[in-house]
């Protein structure tokens, strides 16, 4: 508390009491929403309520979460407006919810009419949650237990490695395990394991003895902790309380507290003996010098008696040092040293001394911050920027800035399932007779086709010879031979005595005739690897390798802007599981890939930014280049590096106020003139005040010394 807070803290003035706001926080996991009502309180989160229950559809979340809403709020007279959203990592996608959960979340919004205040994937409000708790970024493996799932969470030094949810089997080490085989970019895993959620106390005890270096990359065994109750609410809260207060705090509380017993004594317990403790406490209170009665009945005697403390009192309850003792025998009364006729005088002329050096006080001490809220102007232009590795600096009229070839390589696998259709099977078999109805001998190679009149196909297993039939004998010529379908499959399997068409020979030349029922043809449809299944996974890995070089190389270069879609694939290694037509349920491909793109300074194409739209920013606005947001729409990356992009800006525009101007505008006038003076300027959509001291509106005046006035100029 500052001097003149102390000061003004002795003042017979009821200060008004600043109305507390709560908000709403709302958890959605994979099967389980937990709501929580929170408040701020200077610099400390509070959590008033917190309720949960499962959800088994997302149609369900609506229903649900207005109950839990209900059951936090409870009996409590407030109504919060606000809510914040906690949600799971594979909502998110790019940093942004992806469309079928944003119309969930409209849907809440709009179903009980609440206000958003923002969402914040719940992986990410842990990784927060455990930072400020420990003062470190945190390493460690993050398991969380629902019912019937389990989410693992792998981070390192503050930053997410992964998300895996699987579902919970008999096991819950062979569960996290089967979780951790998955994160195959990770060449270490942390030493740390933090459990939390359902029975996790429990599931301690059976993880403690799990075998976790058999298959996993461990350094050596695994340290297991059991974190607190309602953690993920817990961090969503932290997480929106932080957007609103950098340094906002959130400490576990021991405990509610309880409420104090009170026990009433009817006349059937006026006869039990009073206890002692109450008993000695009355008879050693004495009255300390109260007097009951009629104050002007005193008023005489008080003048012409000196204040003297009930020394009986003081003796049997407190043990002085013997010289404070004699001392106190001593009075001293004030009065003694001043005329008779001045008393009447003197204390007031004290009383208004002291209200003035408050007032002067006041006025010289006070302290004024200033918030002025103001509406920017957005101008959008575009343009064709050149980044060059040939350039050295910034060429502003030809609009080409200095690029820095970068390459990488990435590597990493991908499985996908096979949805190729394909018959498999044997073709049938048997035994023709060939029947030569011409003079002429004829040899048929192997491999002939015989065709049935439905189109069935067979093929000669051998070459066949059938000499000709002669005129002068009346049986025809003939040969057998044994023959194969040409397709797989029962259609095949035909009946004795069967004509068969040979080649191009007209059935009165030759004809082959079956000899007893064909067998062994059969056929079942399998799931088989297709060209498209090869090409979609091929994609999909190449898409997520691309991602990966690109953040690999911001990495590298943290001052650089990378453009993944400026990369070029360069040498490609590739390698899949399953052939196409192979018979599989699924497949996998290991792929590397090197790629090479330009870098540039995002600085640079600020400066170009300013140049093009500095002509054109209006009077009274100044350019607020840290406002600017630019993106870049890849045209073409040449062979020498050189990368051709359109670059589109919002440069955002900040209106310019006299701060000086203002200050002495407001000196010393009230919170509401000082508003309304602040909101009539051009541009400017309101104001925040804090005085220091807190004085009520009607006694409460700005500074006179425009130093003790700070003014801060920032969007709303």
Same mark, same amino acid.
């Given at each position: 508390?500052?001097?003149?807070?102390?000061?003004?803290?002795?003042?017979?003035?009821?200060?008004?009491?600043?109305?507390?706001?709560? =908000?709403?926080? +709302?958890?959605?996991?994979?099967?389980?929403?937990?709501?929580?009502?929170?408040?701020?309180?200077?610099?400390?989160?509070?959590?008033?309520?917190?309720?949960?229950?499962?959800?088994?559809?997302?149609?369900?979340?609506?229903?649900?979460?207005?109950?839990?809403?209900?059951?936090?709020?409870?009996?409590?007279?407030?109504?919060?407006?606000?809510? $914040?959203?906690?949600?799971?990592?594979?909502? !998110?996608?790019?940093?942004?919810?992806?469309?079928?959960?944003?119309?969930?979340?409209?849907?809440?919004?709009?179903?009980?009419?609440?206000?958003?205040?923002?969402?914040?994937?719940?992986?990410?409000?842990?990784?927060?949650?455990?930072?400020?708790?420990?003062?470190?970024?945190?390493?460690?493996?993050?398991?969380?237990? @629902?019912?019937?799932?389990?989410?693992?969470?792998?981070?390192?030094?503050?930053? $997410?490695?992964?998300? %895996?949810?699987?579902?919970?089997?008999?096991?819950?080490?062979?569960?996290?395990?089967?979780?951790?085989?998955? =994160?195959?970019?990770?060449?270490?895993?942390?030493?740390?394991?933090?459990?939390?959620?359902?029975?996790?106390?429990?599931?301690?005890?059976?993880?403690?003895? =799990?075998?976790?270096?058999?298959?996993?990359?461990?350094?050596?065994?695994? %340290?297991?902790?059991?974190?607190?109750?309602?953690?993920?609410?817990?961090?969503?809260?932290?997480?929106?309380?932080?957007?609103?207060?950098?340094?906002?705090?959130?400490?576990?509380?021991?405990?509610?507290?309880?409420?104090?017993?009170?026990?009433?004594?009817?006349?059937?317990?006026?006869?039990?003996? @009073?206890?002692?403790?109450?008993?000695?406490?009355?008879?050693?209170?004495?009255?300390?010098?109260?007097?009951?009665?009629?104050?002007?009945?005193?008023?005489?005697?008080?003048?012409?008696?000196?204040?003297?403390?009930?020394?009986? &009192?003081?003796?049997?309850?407190? @043990?002085?040092?013997?010289?404070?003792?004699?001392?106190?025998?001593?009075?001293?009364?004030?009065?003694?040293?001043?005329?008779?006729?001045?008393?009447?005088?003197?204390?007031?002329?004290?009383?208004?001394?002291?209200?003035?050096?408050?007032?002067?006080?006041?006025? =010289?001490? +006070?302290?004024?911050?200033?918030?002025?809220?103001?509406?920017?102007?957005?101008?959008?232009?575009?343009?064709?920027?050149?980044?060059?590795?040939?350039?050295? *600096?910034?060429?502003?009229?030809?609009?080409?800035?200095?690029?820095?070839?970068?390459?990488?390589?990435?590597?990493?696998?991908?499985?996908?399932?096979? #949805?190729?259709?394909?018959?498999?099977?044997?073709? +049938?078999?048997?035994?023709?007779?060939?029947?030569?109805?011409?003079?002429?001998?004829?040899?048929?190679?192997?491999?002939?086709? $015989?065709?049935? *009149?439905?189109?069935?196909?067979?093929?000669?297993?051998?070459?066949?010879?059938?000499?000709?039939?002669?005129?002068?004998?009346?049986?025809?010529?003939?040969? #057998?031979?044994?023959?194969?379908?040409?397709?797989?499959?029962?259609?095949?399997?035909? &009946?004795?005595?069967?004509?068969?068409?040979?080649?191009?020979?007209?059935?009165?030349?030759?004809?082959?005739?079956?000899?007893?029922?064909?067998?062994?043809?059969?056929?079942?449809?399998?799931?088989?690897?297709?060209?498209?299944?090869?090409?979609?996974?091929?994609?999909?890995?190449?898409?997520?390798?691309?991602?990966?070089?690109?953040?690999?190389?911001?990495?590298? /270069?943290?001052?650089?802007?990378?453009?993944?879609?400026?990369?070029?694939?360069?040498?490609?290694?590739?390698? /899949?599981?399953?052939? !196409?037509?192979?018979?599989?349920?699924?497949?996998?491909?290991?792929?590397? !890939?090197? /790629? %090479?793109?330009?870098?540039?300074?995002?600085?640079?194409?600020?400066?170009?930014?300013?140049?093009?739209?500095?002509?054109?920013?209006?009077?009274?606005?100044?350019?607020?280049?840290?406002?600017?947001?630019?993106?870049?729409?890849?045209? %073409?990356?040449?062979?020498?590096?050189?990368?051709?992009?359109?670059?589109?800006?919002?440069?955002?525009?900040?209106?310019?106020?006299?701060?000086?101007?203002?200050?002495?505008?407001?000196?010393?006038?009230?919170? &509401?003139?000082?508003?309304?003076?602040?909101?009539?300027?051009?541009?400017?959509?309101?104001? @925040?005040?804090?005085?220091?001291?807190?004085?009520?509106?009607?006694?409460?005046?700005?500074?006179?010394?425009?130093?003790?006035?700070?003014?801060?100029?920032?969007?709303?």
């Amino acid at each position: 508390m500052s001097f003149l807070d102390k000061l003004t803290a002795f003042l017979p003035i009821k200060r008004k009491e600043e109305k507390q706001e709560y =908000f709403f926080a +709302a958890n959605i996991g994979i099967e389980q929403i937990t709501v929580a009502l929170w408040t701020i309180s200077g610099k400390e989160l509070k959590i008033a309520e917190i309720a949960s229950d499962n959800y088994s559809s997302q149609d369900e979340i609506v229903v649900v979460l207005d109950k839990l809403l209900d059951s936090v709020i409870g009996l409590k007279e407030i109504e919060p407006q606000k809510i $914040l959203f906690g949600v799971p990592h594979s909502w !998110i996608l790019d940093d942004n919810l992806k469309e079928e959960y944003l119309k969930i979340l409209r849907n809440i919004i709009k179903e009980l009419e609440l206000s958003p205040m923002a969402y914040v994937s719940e992986s990410n409000a842990l990784i927060n949650f455990l930072e400020k708790k420990e003062g470190v970024p945190p390493t460690a493996i993050l398991v969380g237990f @629902e019912k019937n799932h389990l989410s693992v969470i792998v981070m390192r030094a503050g930053k $997410l490695d992964g998300v %895996k949810i699987v579902k919970r089997g008999e096991s819950a080490g062979f569960d996290i395990e089967k979780a951790l085989l998955t =994160f195959t970019d990770v060449e270490t895993l942390p030493s740390k394991i933090l459990i939390y959620g359902d029975k996790a106390d429990e599931l301690k005890t059976s993880l403690l003895p =799990f075998s976790w270096m058999a298959k996993l990359s461990f350094l050596h065994f695994p %340290k297991i902790e059991v974190l607190e109750e309602d953690l993920p609410i817990k961090s969503v809260c932290l997480a929106g309380g932080s957007e609103m207060n950098e340094s906002i705090s959130y400490t576990e509380q021991s405990g509610k507290p309880q409420a104090a017993k009170v026990t009433i004594l009817d006349e059937k317990d006026a006869s039990k003996p @009073e206890p002692v403790e109450e008993k000695e406490k009355k008879e050693s209170s004495g009255d300390f010098g109260f007097v009951v009665g009629d104050i002007a009945e005193q008023k005489q005697e008080e003048e012409t008696q000196e204040l003297v403390v009930n020394e009986p &009192a003081v003796s049997e309850s407190l @043990e002085e040092p013997p010289a404070l003792a004699e001392q106190s025998k001593v009075p001293f009364n004030i009065k003694k040293f001043i005329p008779k006729k001045l008393t009447t005088f003197i204390f007031p002329l004290i009383g208004v001394a002291v209200l003035i050096i408050l007032f002067l006080g006041y006025l =010289f001490l +006070a302290k004024a911050d200033i918030k002025i809220f103001v509406e920017p102007k957005i101008l959008e232009k575009d343009a064709t920027v050149t980044a060059d590795p040939d350039q050295k *600096t910034v060429n502003e009229v030809d609009r080409i800035i200095p690029g820095q070839i970068v390459t990488v390589e990435v590597s990493g696998s991908g499985k996908d399932s096979a #949805t190729g259709k394909k018959q498999i099977g044997d073709p +049938a078999k048997g035994t023709v007779v060939i029947i030569n109805n011409t003079d002429q001998g004829q040899n048929f190679s192997s491999g002939t086709v $015989l065709v049935t *009149t439905g189109g069935l196909k067979f093929k000669l297993n051998n070459t066949a010879s059938v000499s000709a039939t002669l005129s002068d004998v009346t049986s025809k010529s003939t040969k #057998t031979v044994e023959v194969t379908a040409v397709d797989i499959g029962a259609d095949s399997n035909i &009946a004795s005595e069967t004509n068969l068409k040979i080649g191009n020979f007209a059935t009165s030349q030759f004809v082959a005739k079956t000899q007893g029922n064909f067998s062994g043809g059969t056929s079942k449809d399998v799931t088989v690897v297709s060209s498209d299944d090869a090409a979609r996974l091929l994609a999909k890995l190449s898409s997520d390798l691309k991602q990966q070089a690109q953040q690999k190389l911001q990495e590298k /270069y943290p001052d650089k802007k990378i453009l993944q879609e400026a990369l070029l694939e360069g040498t490609v290694k590739k390698s /899949y599981s399953k052939n !196409i037509n192979d018979q599989a349920g699924e497949f996998s491909l290991n792929m590397s !890939i090197s /790629y %090479k793109g330009t870098a540039f300074n995002d600085a640079d194409l600020k400066t170009i930014v300013s140049q093009l739209v500095t002509t054109q920013v209006p009077d009274g606005f100044q350019l607020d280049l840290s406002g600017t947001e630019t993106q870049a729409d890849v045209s %073409k990356l040449e062979k020498t590096g050189k990368l051709i992009f359109l670059a589109k800006f919002k440069a955002r525009m900040m209106p310019r106020l006299d701060t000086e101007k203002i200050k002495k505008e407001i000196k010393f006038k009230s919170q &509401a003139e000082a508003a309304d003076i602040i909101k009539n300027m051009a541009n400017v959509l309101g104001s @925040e005040i804090k005085m220091t001291p807190n004085l009520p509106a009607i006694l409460s005046r700005l500074p006179v010394l425009l130093k003790n006035i700070t003014i801060e100029v920032r969007l709303k």
